[in-house]
């Protein structure tokens, strides 16, 4: 019934734009010059593009528009191809300028509004991803959600929707608050693990690994709840879901096998084809995974990819002692992927008549380029032993040729991913490693912390204000695991710290809220693993092994209310359990909830 009062009040009404085109905002004064390098690069849009704050909610209900939040981040290939074909066109600028507020997200800065809109578009459409354009209503209820849309159906779906908005303003916010309404979903299962491990099982590509039969995402919080529910009770079955999953990832194309670090995705099931941005926080998770995978599966491959993900980052993504938040997808020239695709008669050119045999078998050179750009130097099937010396010695002939083609970096420095790499570096055992470690552990807690209050980050020299859960959690995450490694006492009481600030600031009334301060009329689930791990579960799991009576006390009573709370599919509910299957939570979560 929701989505039908969407469908009629929104997707099926397209009609022709309005002949009354209002002038051209100079949108370059508002995003000129942001310390966000995303919204940095609209400044120059003819779009008049305003950041999200409660003016522009303001300046909505002042004119009666809706809004148009666009989300999306620098490193994302298609925000660059949505910005060339719609964000740049005039004619969809004068519409959005005249009939709408246009508002950009940088969605590393505003992780709680994308987790909500990105919900929204979930419940609504089907999907989710970026860039994510939502229409919302004056009074902050998500209308409408799409993704990315080649430039005349985005044109016609934001005239629609202008149009039905003057004709039936009352029928379209009517609308938006059903689609905002609560879901009905079962409760958490009482053997939660065996719930979550049948979805889990149901969800896994068993000849490929990961999960899901089109594109693959490393799906790093559920990677990490397996290993820890093999820890506590070691399956057969798991241990090898895990071995192919993490062979694929480190085997095949998510991989950049010439200089290290995994890219965000591939676009089809076999990890062969990536998108090419490479983020932050997934190489940190990916170097957390496969380090504690190591020691659980005894496999050195595993070891080596957690060493070279971690030396890829210190390499290419250190600034200061800590670290920025991601490579973009395209390169100086603009080029999908050009900072890793190679011609083959260039790769021909670079190796000896032995190697380029192997090789042009391996990388499937015989074939036509996938990309426009050439051929990615990844293995398309296992190599042989003799196959495999030849491979390394050709990926160091052309790393050694590739230097200086470097991907643009997005400089801005997010205090909870370089939490989650605190984690990683703390528990490897390289001693490079340990004092990276001890400089980023130092970065956070003289640059992002005020002795009150954690920053969100800097950028470009500006602080950025406003962390929110996920980065109170992720830092404490982080630094507790540092303080564990060391044995340092002055690491642990700020690990504590962390955790007393992130509860006064984002736990009331029972219940977790992703950001100080909300603008939406609805919020995100603090509980729901996505990329990233769910904030909440992370921040109770602290608790309940941080030795504080006050913080254990709190975790204890969020966790069994966790337990009777909606949750959904299981699936998505990884990371919280994963905590209660840790030895003795989940009695006290029961003596917490009488």
């Not at 002949?19 to 051209?24: D, E, H, L, S």
């Not at 719609?86 to 969809?92: L, M, N, T």
């Not at 991803?129 to 990315?148: E, H, K, R, S």
């Not at 090789?359 to 032993?385: K, M, T």
């Amino acid at each position: 019934m929701m989505k039908s009062i969407l469908l009629r009040g929104v997707v099926l009404v397209f009609v022709i734009l309005s002949t009354w085109q209002p002038p051209q905002a100079d949108a370059a004064s508002r995003l000129a010059g942001n310390a966000s390098p995303y919204l940095a690069m609209h400044a120059e849009d003819p779009v008049d593009w305003r950041e999200w704050n409660a003016a522009a909610l303001a300046e909505a209900r002042r004119h009666g528009r809706l809004l148009l939040v666009s989300v999306g981040y620098f490193a994302c290939h298609w925000c660059h191809v949505m910005q060339r074909e719609s964000y740049r066109d005039a004619e969809v600028a004068r519409l959005l300028n005249g009939q709408f507020i246009p508002v950009k997200v940088d969605k590393e800065l505003n992780a709680g509004l994308d987790a909500t809109l990105q919900a929204f578009s979930e419940r609504t459409r089907g999907r989710a991803g970026w860039p994510l354009n939502v229409f919302v209503t004056p009074d902050g209820q998500p209308l409408f959600a799409m993704q990315y849309a080649p430039r005349d159906e985005f044109l016609r779906i934001a005239a629609a929707l202008a149009e039905r908005w003057r004709k039936d303003r009352a029928g379209l916010e009517a609308a938006a608050r059903a689609a905002s309404a609560p879901v009905s979903q079962p409760p958490m299962p009482a053997d939660s693990r065996a719930a979550y491990l049948a979805r889990a099982f149901e969800e896994a590509d068993w000849l490929r690994g990961g999960f899901g039969a089109v594109a693959k995402f490393p799906q790093a919080p559920q990677l990490m709840a397996l290993l820890e529910l093999h820890a506590a009770r070691p399956d057969a079955k798991l241990a090898e879901l895990l071995r192919l999953t993490l062979d694929r990832m480190a085997g095949r194309g998510l991989q950049d096998h010439l200089s290290g670090g995994f890219f965000r995705y591939t676009v089809d099931p076999d990890w062969q084809q990536p998108h090419f941005e490479k983020m932050l926080y997934d190489n940190a998770q990916l170097a957390l995974i496969y380090g504690r995978a190591a020691r659980l599966l005894g496999d050195e491959r595993h070891a080596a990819a957690a060493r070279r993900t971690l030396d890829f980052l210190m390499a290419r993504m250190e600034r200061d002692g800590a670290f920025v938040a991601s490579l973009s997808a395209l390169d100086a020239a603009g080029v999908e992927g050009g900072s890793y695709l190679w011609p083959a008669g260039r790769i021909e050119a670079l190796l000896d008549a032995e190697e380029w045999r192997a090789v042009r078998a391996l990388w499937a050179l015989d074939s036509a380029p996938p990309f426009e750009a050439g051929f990615l130097p990844a293995p398309q099937r296992e190599a042989s032993a003799a196959e495999a010396g030849l491979q390394q010695s050709a990926w160091a002939k052309l790393a050694k040729a590739r230097t200086g083609s470097q991907a643009p970096r997005d400089e801005k420095i997010v205090a909870g991913w370089n939490g989650l790499l605190l984690a990683a570096l703390a528990e490897s055992a390289e001693k490079t490693h340990a004092v990276a470690a001890e400089r980023l552990y130092r970065f956070i807690r003289s640059r992002l912390w005020t002795g009150q209050a954690l920053h969100k980050g800097v950028s470009g020299g500006q602080v950025l204000p406003g962390a929110e859960l996920e980065d109170y959690a992720y830092a404490a995450f982080g630094v507790w695991h540092y303080a564990l490694a060391r044995g340092d006492e002055e690491a642990r009481r700020f690990a504590l710290e962390l955790q007393r600030a992130a509860w006064r600031r984002f736990h009331r009334q029972g219940v977790f809220h992703l950001e100080a301060r909300r603008l939406l009329a609805a919020g995100a689930d603090a509980w729901e693993d996505g990329y990233l791990p769910a904030p909440a579960p992370v921040l109770v799991g602290l608790g309940l092994q941080s030795g504080d009576a006050g913080l254990a006390a709190m975790a204890s009573k969020a966790l069994a209310r966790a337990r009777g709370m909606p949750s959904g599919d299981p699936f998505w509910r990884a990371s919280l359990v994963a905590i209660l299957a840790r030895p003795g939570a989940s009695a006290d979560a029961s003596r917490s909830g009488r």
